[in-house]
């Protein structure tokens, strides 16, 4: 009885051992990857430009319209 248990914890230490040797051999190789590869050249954005929005009078009965209202927001 005492074998068997020594035997699945023994088991599952080396499964354990081996899962992450695995996985920190797969991130070194990958890191090494990046780190042989020029950098690509950094490009900027174009900024875009911010919407404009306009508060527009209700509909009346009158045949002339001020011109509407221009909101611009701060950017924070």
Do not use: N
Request: charged share 30%.
């Amino acid at each position: 009885m005492f074998m068997g248990i020594l035997y699945l914890f023994l088991t599952f230490v080396i499964c354990f051992i081996l899962v992450h040797l695995i996985k920190l051999a797969y991130m070194g190789l990958k890191s090494a990857r990046k780190k042989s590869e020029p950098p690509p050249p950094e490009k900027k954005p174009e900024p875009k430009p911010e919407p404009v929005y306009y508060i527009v009078e209700k509909k009346r009965a009158k045949k002339s319209y001020s011109k509407p209202k221009e909101i611009q927001f701060k950017k924070d």
